[in-house]
T-cell receptor, first 114, second 115 residues
Framework: DAGVTQSPTHLIKTRGQHVTLRCSPISGHKSVSWYQQVLGQGPQFIFQYYEKEERGRGNFPDRFSARQFPNYSSELNVNALLLGDSALYLC?????????????FGDGTRLSIL | AQSVTQLGSHVSVSEGALVLLRCNYSSSVPPYLFWYVQYPNQGLQLLLKYTSAATLVKGINGFEAEFKKSETSFHLTKPSAHMSDAAEYFCAVSDQYSSASKIIFGSGTRLSIRP
């Protein structure tokens, strides 16, 4: 079975631009979470979506937004990119919501801001 | 509020030696605790998790961790290190009562294995 897939794998943008990152969860998983991992640090929670509704939000500015589609795939959008947005963006899927649910991570999208 | 502190950003052991990666947590509610491993250019893989059942948790690849409430610790161990264990390891915590799947990660410990 396919795992969590993310696209693109690498992306280079300049300051002020916007970016859209995509995630396809494991088949049957209805929850998708997004994390930002800055080089040398642990991942930080950005959003969780379950059944197309936002279920959790981390401490990120409004420039960050996300949505989930009827097929449970998800997009993360970041507007007005800053140099500090350079990071590995990880998507994780789980069967449902709740902290007991094991989360399965994709390999991430590495975003570089010039 | 919840947090985890991983003691030692880099640990180096010889092949065949004991691996011990330290993690202390802070949580105002009963926590779930996790250890994840990240290989270069990959996502995170769950090694093991504590969900308030047995305090000694066995995971994949021979790793185990013990939940000690009195010490607020959840250290990761493996009796005999293998070269393939070289990776970044993250301790993480979440809120048992939360309806969301938010996980709070530590800053990671890089494990190196000497031949």
């Amino acid at each position: 079975d396919a795992g969590v897939t993310q696209s693109p794998t690498h992306l280079i943008k300049t300051r002020g631009q916007h970016v859209t990152l995509r995630c396809s969860p494991i088949s049957g998983h209805k929850s998708v979470s997004w994390y930002q991992q800055v080089l040398g640090q642990g991942p930080q929670f950005i959003f969780q979506y379950y059944e197309k509704e936002e279920r959790g939000r981390g401490n990120f500015p409004d420039r960050f937004s996300a949505r989930q589609f009827p097929n449970y795939s998800s997009e993360l959008n970041v507007n007005a990119l800053l140099l500090g947005d350079s990071a590995l963006y990880l998507c994780a899927s789980s069967l449902g919501t709740g902290s007991h649910q094991p989360q399965h991570f994709g390999d991430g999208t590495r975003l570089s801001i010039l | 509020a919840q947090s985890v502190t991983q003691l030692g950003s880099h640990v180096s052991v010889s092949e065949g030696a004991l691996v011990l990666l330290r993690c202390n947590y802070s949580s105002s509610v009963p926590p779930y605790l996790f250890w994840y491993v990240q290989y270069p250019n990959q996502g995170l893989q769950l090694l093991l998790k504590y969900t308030s059942a047995a305090t000694l948790v066995k995971g994949i690849n021979g790793f185990e961790a013990e939940f000690k409430k009195s010490e607020t610790s959840f250290h990761l161990t493996k009796p005999s290190a293998h070269m393939s264990d070289a990776a970044e390891y993250f301790c993480a915590v979440s809120d048992q009562y939360s309806s969301a799947s938010k996980i709070i990660f530590g800053s990671g410990t890089r494990l190196s294995i000497r031949p």
